[in-house]
């Protein structure tokens, strides 16, 4: 009888330390599955999550309109004052206070093409503007109906006007599509301006072509003496570069729409060459350099760049979302998914919250009431 019940005891004992391996294997497993997911974003109702395997997590919530009813707003950038200048690419410069409650029309340009992805794009501020109050303006033109440019021009705003126009570069190549059209400022002082290929891809890998080119110019126009080539030309080998941003180490970045996919994040290397039409995606050649992460087979269609707390945040288009890249951990996440449909720019505002415009009225979108909008995003980790 004994002996049974040791047989007995022994047994049940077996049984619950097989249940209980069973159970640590199955809770690491879960912990495994945990950790991938944290690499992607979770949507609840209006609130939208991006898990980070990082000690925080940056949660984007509490959106708020700020402007609405708008017509392709393409550029954001905000005056000393908080004020905010807003170009629409039909050719209006509108100003907005701080919360958006007051909006004034304070130029239409009467040159500016509007056709295709054309029209008036690029705006930023000159590093001195409380100085000078210099602001300038990325815009398609036509000199003759069959040929398309851009140019970039200077107006002093004061008064709630534009005076004194100048010209700072002209006759960069512009085509109905791919006509790039970010203009910021660098940590350097020089004027960094994004030019795509004008449907014509080899003007990308000429060096002494403006098209497929990050350009980098004095505030007058002038090409820098340390630019690589002697000439405006920073770098070449781009499609249609949309957005630019500097990081921590004043690293330059910027995003870069592939064919139909394949989109890009690349780190601009001064006087690099990025490949473009030889190589896309992660292909490589010698002497051309690979985006850090492009899209693969899906489309970003990645718009306004901005740099905050170490990670990257970029607008999509197509990708319907706003998305944000750590390169310290390679994560790359997605935010506000399908919400606000394309999203065009993003810009970090003098409150450091996220703004970002829509683009739904450009023609490849169904607009919604309310299209198009400014948005104000609250971030906090």
Do not use: C
Request: hydrophobic share 35%; charged share 20%; no cysteine.
């Amino acid at each position: 009888m004994r002996k049974l019940l040791l047989i007995v005891t022994i047994l049940i004992l077996g049984l619950l330390i097989w249940q209980y391996k069973e159970t640590l294997f199955s809770n690491k497993n879960r912990e495994t599955l945990f950790s991938d997911e944290n690499k992607t974003s979770i949507q609840t109702g209006s609130k939208l999550t991006a898990q980070s395997s990082g000690e925080s997590r940056v949660n984007l919530s509490n959106t708020k309109i700020i402007a609405e009813n708008l017509e392709v707003p393409w550029a954001l950038v905000f005056l000393p004052d908080r004020s905010l200048l807003v170009t629409q690419r039909t050719g209006q410069i509108l100003l907005f206070s701080e919360d958006g409650s007051a909006k004034e029309v304070i130029a239409i340009l009467d040159d500016v093409l509007v056709s295709g992805e054309g029209g008036l794009l690029g705006i930023t501020i000159h590093s001195d503007f409380r100085v000078n109050n210099y602001i300038y303006l990325y815009y398609t033109y036509s000199s003759t109906q069959a040929n398309t440019l851009n140019r970039v021009v200077r107006y002093k705003f004061s008064d709630k006007k534009l005076r004194d126009r100048t010209i700072i570069v002209d006759d960069i190549p512009g085509a109905s599509n791919h006509n790039g059209g970010r203009l910021k400022f660098g940590p350097d002082r020089f004027l960094y301006i994004t030019t795509g290929d004008a449907q014509n891809p080899s003007l990308a890998q000429d060096k002494n072509s403006l098209a497929g080119k990050i350009l980098r110019v004095t505030d007058e126009g002038k090409a820098p003496l340390d630019n690589p080539f002697g000439n405006l030309v920073y770098s070449y080998g781009h499609r249609n570069a949309q957005g630019l941003a500097w990081d921590q180490n004043n690293q330059l970045w910027a995003t870069e729409h592939g064919p139909s996919a394949q989109d890009e994040l690349n780190k601009i290397e001064k006087g690099g060459n990025f490949g473009w039409p030889e190589i896309t995606g992660d292909e490589q050649k010698v002497g051309m350099v690979s985006p850090v992460i492009q899209s693969g087979l899906d489309t970003w269609a990645p718009a306004g760049l901005l740099y905050s707390g170490g990670v990257f945040y970029f607008a999509g288009l197509r990708g319907q979302a706003l998305y944000s890249f750590n390169p310290a951990t390679g994560e790359l996440d997605n935010y506000f998914k399908n919400q606000f449909g394309r999203i065009r720019e993003a810009v970090l505002g003098p409150d450091n919250k996220i703004y970002l415009s829509t683009s739904n009225r450009d023609g490849r979108a169904i607009p919604k009431q309310g299209d198009d909008k400014i948005i104000k995003i609250y971030q906090s980790q």
